[in-house]
């Protein structure tokens, strides 16, 4: 009984200590917006000067608001930017790790704040979650979750975050975990930072280990990774395009594409009708395909991604095209396959 006591008491006394000083930042603020509340009793009228002296007034006291607004929230910030770091440097707790990792990518889906950003640079955050990333003692769910907060910090200002995570080991750390959401969050930096982190990926030989996920026995990684494909393919130059050619994406995504035909005709020979009717709830806003057949029309998905990509003149996309379609025909195990696979491909591509 005792112990609960003197627990209970350490707790509102770290109540009370927390509020006092809040309260103390906050001193200055609070009594100038009294004093402005205290001045507007005093306008209470209808004539013309008091109708003007309550509008100044109001303005005044809206100012002061918001000030004592915006000095709470640094308030909150100072000390989960403090928490954050504290709990991930020295907590073994790996619950307590990914619950304050979620607090953080909360706040920063508020979107861009000047002081928030100058607290993460001072506190060298970036650099924490870094070395989590790459640390293969942590845990799966760990490092996801840090991925997470990484794409979150590239949202939040590309400008000063981007260069940190092409400059160091974040994208080859998320191309060589085993993870699911590790590919989705690459697939959103590919998004977010396009064409330079494309060109980082096909001159640290990244593209053909992407490809290589497409043999993942997990059917997640391997939607993952198409996403990450058709990116590449939209913000590629020539080399990242034979790269991924070399690297025999056509021949992996005719085999894809035949396999899932195949899951989705039963014993009789019936289609499944799951995939051959599209449900418009399950479509992708960007490929536009269902999302439980995810290697349906792959190989025109990604003919179609390059045709419309921005970095290939259109003699390249021709050529390319052309390369495709020959790749088709030395893959397909059957005439029936081939015509069915060109013809997605050149009535998917846009003239």
């Given at each position: 009984m005792a112990q609960k006591l003197d627990a209970n008491w350490n707790v509102c006394r770290s109540r009370r200590r927390f509020w006092h000083t809040l309260i103390d930042a906050l001193h200055p603020t609070t009594f100038n917006l009294k004093s402005q509340l205290e001045k507007l009793k005093k306008y209470q009228g209808y004539s013309l000067p008091r109708f003007l002296g309550r509008q100044i007034l109001n303005y005044k006291i809206y100012q002061v608001?918001?000030?004592?607004e915006t000095e709470i929230q640094a308030y909150f910030d100072r000390e989960s930017v403090q928490n954050l770091v504290g709990?991930?440097?020295?907590?073994?707790?790996?619950?307590?790790?990914?619950?304050?990792?979620?607090?953080?990518?909360?706040r920063l889906s508020r979107g861009f704040d000047i002081h928030f950003q100058d607290l993460i640079l001072k506190a060298k955050i970036f650099s924490i979650l870094e070395h989590l990333l790459c640390d293969c003692s942590c845990s799966i769910r760990i490092r996801d979750q840090v991925a997470l907060v990484i794409?979150?910090?590239?949202?939040?200002?590309?400008?000063?975050?981007?260069?940190?995570?092409?400059?160091?080991?974040?994208v080859g750390a998320l191309i060589s975990m085993p993870s699911c959401c590790s590919i989705?969050?690459?697939?959103?930096?590919?998004?977010f930072i396009r064409i330079p982190l494309v060109?980082?990926?096909?001159?640290?030989?990244?593209?053909?280990?992407?490809?290589?996920?497409?043999s993942s026995e997990n059917v997640a990684i391997q939607a993952e990774a198409i996403d990450c494909i058709l990116g590449i393919a939209y913000y590629g130059r020539r080399e990242a395009i034979e790269a991924m050619l070399e690297a025999g994406l056509v021949e992996k995504l005719v085999e894809l594409q035949g396999l899932e035909k195949q899951s989705n005709v039963d014993e009789n020979g019936t289609a499944n009708e799951e995939c051959s009717k599209p449900d418009p709830k399950m479509e992708s806003e960007e490929e536009g395909y269902v999302e439980n057949c995810p290697f349906e029309a792959c190989v025109a998905r990604f003919a179609v991604?390059?045709?419309?990509?921005?970095?290939?003149?259109?003699?390249?996309k021709t050529e390319f095209k052309l390369e495709i379609l020959r790749r088709v025909r030395e893959a397909s195990v059957s005439e029936a396959e081939i015509a069915s696979i060109v013809a997605e491909v050149l009535w998917g591509s846009s003239p």
């Open positions: 608001a918001s000030a004592i709990t991930l440097e020295e907590s073994a707790d790996e619950d307590e790790k990914v619950k304050v990792l979620v607090e953080f990518e909360k794409a979150s910090l590239v949202r939040f200002n590309k400008d000063v975050f981007v260069g940190l995570v092409l400059m160091g080991p974040t989705r969050v690459l697939s959103l930096l590919i998004k060109d980082e990926l096909e001159a640290h030989k990244g593209i053909p280990r992407i490809i290589s996920l497409l991604q390059l045709e419309s990509g921005e970095m290939l003149s259109k003699k390249e």
